[in-house]
C-alpha cells in the first residue's frame, strides 16, 4: 500500500535531514491504476454483494482493463456498479489523506513545518461514469471531473493563510510559482516550458 510506504520512507529520510535546507517529492501513486485498500478499510462498509462486485472489480487490479472493456461495449456497467466505486474510491483517498497527515505531524514532530513551504495538487482526477456508463481515462476526456485538480500551497509562518484564487492555471506553473514563493527566478528549461509565478506580486513576508 504505497501511501504508507512513502510516507514511511519520507519520515525516516527527515530524520537525517532536518538541519538543512531541502526539496522533498511525496507521489502518492494509489489511486492511478492500482484500486487496493488494506482489508481493515473495507470492514463494514460494503455489503456481502457490494464486496463480491469490488472483488471482482480488483481482480483486474488495474482500472484501465476495465476503461478498455467498457468503452470497447464489452463490459456492461450499471449506475450501482458506479455508487459502489465512487465510495471506494473516497475510501482510498481518505486512506492517502491519513497517510499525508502522517507526513504533516511528522514534520511538525521535527520542528520542520513552521518554515515548511508545501504544495499539495494532482495531475489529473478520474471520471467515473458522470458523463456515459464507462469509465473514461484521462487520455480521452476534458470533463472537469479530470481537469479541474487541487493545487493548495501553505507558506511559511502561514503566509496569504485562507487566500483564494481560481485563475487558468496548468500543472507547468508549479514550477515557477515554488521557485518564486521561495524567493528565486526560474533557471534552465524555463523559456522551453513556460511557466507562471502565481504568487508574484504578493508580499514575500516569511
Known amino acids: 500500500h504505497m501511501a504508507?510506504?512513502?510516507t514511511d520512507l519520507a519520515?525516516?529520510?527527515?530524520?537525517?535531514?532536518?538541519?538543512?535546507?531541502?526539496?522533498?517529492?511525496?507521489n502518492?501513486?494509489?489511486?492511478?491504476?492500482?484500486?487496493?485498500?488494506?482489508?481493515?478499510?473495507?470492514e463494514g462498509e460494503f455489503s456481502t454483494e457490494e464486496r463480491q462486485i469490488i472483488d471482482d472489480f480488483l481482480k483486474n487490479r488495474?482500472?484501465?482493463?476495465?476503461?478498455?472493456?467498457s468503452m470497447a461495449g464489452r463490459l456492461e456497467l450499471d449506475g450501482r456498479f458506479f455508487d459502489i466505486l465512487r465510495k471506494f474510491y473516497a475510501l482510498k483517498l481518505?486512506?492517502?489523506?491519513?497517510?499525508?497527515?502522517?507526513?504533516l505531524d511528522g514534520l511538525k514532530e521535527l520542528g520542520l513545518y513552521e518554515n515548511s513551504l508545501i504544495a499539495v495538487c494532482s495531475d489529473h482526477g478520474e471520471s467515473l461514469g458522470e458523463h456515459a456508463p464507462i469509465i473514461t481515462h484521462h487520455q480521452y476526456s476534458l470533463f472537469n471531473e479530470l481537469t479541474r485538480v487541487?493545487?493548495?500551497?501553505?507558506?511559511?509562518?502561514?503566509?496569504?493563510?485562507g487566500q483564494l484564487d481560481d485563475p487558468h492555471i496548468q500543472g507547468l506553473d508549479m514550477f515557477a510559482t515554488m521557485l518564486g514563493a521561495s524567493g528565486l527566478e526560474p533557471?534552465?528549461?524555463?523559456?522551453?516550458?513556460?511557466?507562471?509565478?502565481?504568487?508574484?506580486?504578493?508580499?514575500r513576508d516569511y
Open 94 to 103: 481518505s486512506f492517502i489523506d491519513k497517510h499525508l497527515g502522517r507526513f
Open 62 to 69: 488495474v482500472i484501465l482493463s476495465y476503461l478498455q472493456r
Open 150 to 161: 487541487m493545487f493548495m500551497l501553505r507558506f511559511p509562518g502561514q503566509a496569504h493563510k
Open 28 to 42: 502518492y501513486y494509489d489511486l492511478l491504476g492500482k484500486y487496493t485498500l488494506p482489508p481493515e478499510w473495507l
Open 4 to 6: 504508507k510506504d512513502i
Open 11 to 26: 519520515l525516516e529520510w527527515l530524520k537525517g535531514h532536518d538541519d538543512t535546507p531541502f526539496f522533498l517529492t511525496l
Open 187 to 203: 533557471g534552465w528549461g524555463h523559456d522551453t516550458l513556460p511557466s507562471r509565478n502565481l504568487v508574484r506580486g504578493f508580499d
